[in-house]
């Protein structure tokens, strides 16, 4: 009888896990993971090459583990024991706060010197599009913006990595740099330091500032602008700020599954005056609005929400002449700020090369020839040599 029982049961083990992969090899296939935030592996090409170095099994061995059977429901499962249960400091990545969510950053030793060079090559970039652009007749800025780990460094646990040495390394280094360059600067960790870092200004739940983060982003570069040209231009004198109804699904509730409650919402920005616009992303007309509304109050929204995401280029024409011309470049930090800039400028170019790629920076100025250039980066992009750090060098 023994001998039955235990047949049985490994009769039914086996069962379940041919079960699991056939599921797993018929099941259709999903190239992105919505709560995770980020691409599913793919095979590698199967190649001679591919194969004998290896790449092609270990492709194989990451599209098992991305695409297994009931993945998600285990991952979910996983993620509430760890939050309600074990009640971990820790979960997916996600340092839990008692009021914010921020991201788990492995500790590592802060090397100066290296700090130092990037912050050099770094600033020769700078210079170098502060050079293209005024040989092209505009005026260049750059503008520094705090992530959520570096406004709220505070808020770690005593024993948890901070990245404040890094931090501060970065700006003591590179603000001297670029003021040797004569570069003009923006620095909102100053400017929101001076008004006593209202944590309104962040979000709690996202790498990204908040829409009031950003209208005081908004308000900070048009003063420098008017301090250093006679453009004068011009900010809303009536604008009101509205919240969305719906919740907001910041990268970290995305990657608890959405099970951490949370009070933030969104806030969309109303002019009090009508100023009609075109819009065209990557050449191609789309509808006049800067923000993309959900279709019911019930769907949680994303940060997406501000200009519809990251996009490659984007084109907004108020089709005010007597006003000037602005090119922005950066990653997602610029999307809350061209939802509200479009305000003060004739037309209002973005790019973020992380996607655009048929210009150089260069050849871009000199064909645009903007009044105004602005380059958008977030504190901990400030030594990133990649995506929109790789420009203007970078040739196609």
């Known amino acids: 009888m023994k001998r039955i029982s235990k047949c049985a049961f490994i009769g039914c ?15 259709p296939k999903s190239s992105y993971s919505y709560y ?9 090409p199967l190649t001679v090459e591919t194969v004998l170095s290896g790449e092609f099994m270990k492709s194989i061995s990451d599209c098992m583990r991305d695409h297994s059977a009931w993945r998600e429901k285990a991952l979910r499962a996983n993620t509430w024991a760890n939050i309600h249960i074990l009640k971990k400091p820790v979960v997916n990545q996600v340092v839990m706060g008692e009021d914010i969510l921020l991201p788990y950053l492995p500790y590592a030793a802060m090397d100066e010197e290296k700090v130092a060079i990037n912050a050099l090559e770094m600033t020769n970039r700078i210079a170098k599009a ?8 505009g005026k260049y800025y750059y503008m520094m913006i705090p992530c959520q780990y570096a406004y709220f460094p505070q808020k770690y646990p005593e024993y948890l990595y901070n990245r404040e040495d890094l931090t501060e390394a970065t700006l003591r280094h590179l603000k001297p740099a670029l003021a040797d360059r004569n570069v003009d600067v923006v620095d909102m960790g100053e400017i929101y330091e001076a008004h006593g870092n209202p944590p309104e200004y962040s979000s709690t739940i996202d790498n990204h500032y908040s829409q009031t983060g950003a209208y005081v982003a908004y308000q900070a570069i048009v003063e420098k602008i008017n301090a250093t040209t006679e453009f004068g231009l011009k900010l809303p004198e ?5 919240a969305l109804e719906n919740s907001y699904l910041g990268s970290r509730p995305r990657k608890l599954f959405n099970m951490y409650g949370n009070e933030e919402h969104l806030l969309w920005a109303d002019f009090g005056e009508d100023i009609p616009f075109t819009r065209r992303d990557n050449g191609m007309g789309v509808p006049a609005t800067v923000y993309t509304m959900p279709e019911n109050t019930e769907e949680p929204v994303l940060y997406g929400f501000y200009m519809g995401g990251d996009i490659a280029e984007t ?6 002449p007597h006003l000037p011309k602005v090119l922005i470049y950066g990653d997602s930090f610029t999307n809350a700020l061209e939802s509200l800039a479009y305000y003060s400028f004739d037309e209002m170019r973005s790019l973020d090369f992380r996607y655009y790629s048929e210009k150089t920076l260069e050849a871009y100025i000199q064909e645009y020839q903007p009044d105004i250039v602005i380059f958008m980066r977030d504190y901990e992009s400030l030594l990133a ?4 750090g790789i420009y203007p060098d970078y040739e196609k």
Do not use: C, Q, W, Y
């Not at 502060?130 to 007749?137: L, S």
């Not at 009536?238 to 509205?242: D, L, R």
């Open 36 to 44: 995770e935030n980020r691409s599913l592996a793919r095979p590698a």
């Open 130 to 137: 502060k050079r293209i652009t005024e040989e092209n007749g």
């Open 238 to 242: 009536n604008i009101t700020f509205h």
């Open 315 to 320: 084109i907004i024409d108020t089709n005010r």
């Open 385 to 388: 040599f990649d995506g929109n």
């Open 13 to 27: 083990f086996l069962l379940f896990l041919l079960a699991a992969m056939l599921v797993t090899v018929f099941s």
